[in-house]
């Protein structure tokens, strides 16, 4: 079963608001990274974390911000949400140090649409 | 820059056939290719990995072979099942980098 848990999966949201994509995990893993999806497309990296209190940007530019206050939690926010981004949003997890190799766990994503 | 990419972006194939996905890269220095599975409002999940010091690894029902000559991935999978209808990517890691680099991805689809 997944250790990487986002919420929520599905939200429909009017243009302009604000909005905070939840995503958690119980592995204990320093490197969590923010993908955007539009289905069965290609993964775009917006934004990366190696640990606490280190966040960068990724290879999409992305208007959402993100935080890591915590190992377990990092939260992405769009402070003013618009329908260009309208998407999948995936969160993953990696920690190459424990000996399982490179790969990331997907959490199930968060689907947005923006109205 | 340097990125994977797929040859082909779907795939159909009868149930019970074998299938073939085929991945290519270009960065030489790339030392680890993962393939995931991403079935329909899913995460992508992880199927199986290879380092660059091996040419083949085996699962259950699928094997991974790399061939660092012509810069080229496959993933086989076995005697294909209604559920391995799913969009495959395949992903490297830049030797000495943190990150992946994923591919564009490949749908196939059973046809029964």
């Known amino acids: 079963e997944a250790d990487i848990y986002q919420t929520p999966r599905y939200l429909v949201i009017g243009t302009g608001k604000k909005i905070t994509l939840e995503c958690s995990q119980t592995?204990?893993?320093?490197?969590m990274y923010w993908y955007q999806q539009d289905p069965g497309m290609e993964l775009h990296l917006i934004h990366y974390?190696?640990?606490?209190?280190?966040?960068e940007k990724g290879d999409l530019s992305s208007e959402s911000t993100v935080s890591r206050i915590r190992t377990e939690h990092f939260p992405l926010t769009l402070e003013s949400a618009r329908p260009s981004h309208t998407s999948q949003y995936l969160c993953?997890?990696?920690?190459?140090?424990?000996?399982?190799?490179?790969?990331?766990?997907f959490g199930s994503g968060t689907r947005l649409t923006v109205v | 820059g340097e990125s994977v990419g797929l040859h082909l972006p779907t795939l159909s194939v009868q149930e019970g056939d074998n299938s073939i996905i085929n991945c290519a890269y270009s960065n030489s220095a790339s030392d680890y290719f993962i393939w995931y599975k991403q079935e329909s409002g899913k995460g992508p999940q992880f199927i199986i990995d290879?380092?660059?010091?091996?040419d083949k690894r085996q699962g259950q029902r699928v094997t991974v072979l790399l061939n660092k000559t012509v810069k080229h991935l496959s993933l086989q999978i076995a005697a294909t099942q209604p559920g391995d209808s799913a969009v495959y990517f395949c992903?490297?890691?830049?030797?000495?980098?943190?990150?992946?680099?994923f591919g564009q991805g490949t749908r196939l689809t059973i046809n029964p």
């Open positions: 992903a490297e890691r830049f030797q000495g980098a943190q990150k992946l680099v």
């Open positions: 974390s190696y640990g606490v209190n280190s966040t």
């Open positions: 592995m204990g893993h320093d490197k």
């Open positions: 993953a997890s990696s920690d190459p140090g424990t000996g399982g190799g490179y790969g990331y766990t």
């Open positions: 290879i380092r660059s010091n091996m």
